[in-house]
């Protein structure tokens, strides 16, 4: 098998799994991908629907950034950024942590005052309590650049380049109407998300960070 290294290997490959080397459907493929990317990196549907798989968090996706909060305690997050994995006030170790939102409104309705304690995401905006300017530093899960031909390599596919190709493959026979094909990919490409990701939550536990949380943004 030719190694998936660059889009380019990934649509040749997926044309050699449909049988499909015209360039109708070779046309095709970067939509496939597209596809396959919001699948990859947000997940889909709930456990137990036909169509479900979960999101992708590993550490290739984690980036450390320092965020500045308003006065009001908000701030808004990069705009590829998935989720948050671990919030703490710059050059200190104790976690901010993570509220519902219901919760987090609730709670500042206290009108509690010092170092911030709690945080929560709501559309896309981060908002710490007890509000201040505060200096964050911030462990996100950010989604890389789009593949595509003119952006031809990724980080993500080059570690989970199996990952890549079962998920457009799933697209791909779903185009062409054959369901048992776009089961079976399914359902391997389900299975290598929950491996990465088993995989990613060891590492972290044995390196002994406990900020595992997966909060969706908005």
């Known amino acids: 098998m030719t190694i998936i290294t660059t889009f380019a290997t ?23 991908v597209q596809f396959a990317e919001q699948r990859i990196y947000s997940g889909s549907g709930k456990p137990g629907d036909p ?22 305690g908000t701030v808004a997050l990069p705009s590829r950024c998935l989720s948050v994995r671990g919030l703490t006030v710059a050059s200190q170790d104790d976690e901010i942590k993570y509220l519902a939102p219901q919760r987090f409104k609730e709670w500042i309705a206290t009108g509690t005052t010092g170092t911030p304690q709690y945080y929560t995401v709501e559309a896309g905006t ?55 094909a776009a089961a079976g990919h399914l359902a391997r490409f389900r299975a290598q998300v929950e491996g990465a990701n088993k995989v990613a939550l060891s590492r972290r536990i ?12 908005g």
């Open 10 to 32: 990934l649509k040749a490959q997926v044309q050699t799994y449909c049988v499909r080397t015209d360039s109708t459907f070779g046309n095709m493929v970067e939509t496939f």
């Open 51 to 72: 169509l479900y798989s979960p999101a992708l968090r590993v550490d290739e996706m984690e980036t450390v950034t320092t965020l500045t909060t308003a006065a009001d």
């Open 126 to 180: 981060l908002k710490i309590a007890p509000a201040g300017v505060t200096s964050l530093t911030a462990t996100l899960y950010t989604q890389p650049s789009a593949l595509t031909v003119e952006n031809p390599t990724s980080t993500i596919l080059t570690a989970y380049p199996m990952l890549y190709l079962s998920a457009t493959l799933f697209e791909g026979f779903t185009f062409l109407q054959n369901e048992g």
């Open 206 to 217: 044995l390196s002994g960070s406990m900020a595992l949380r997966f909060e969706p943004i």
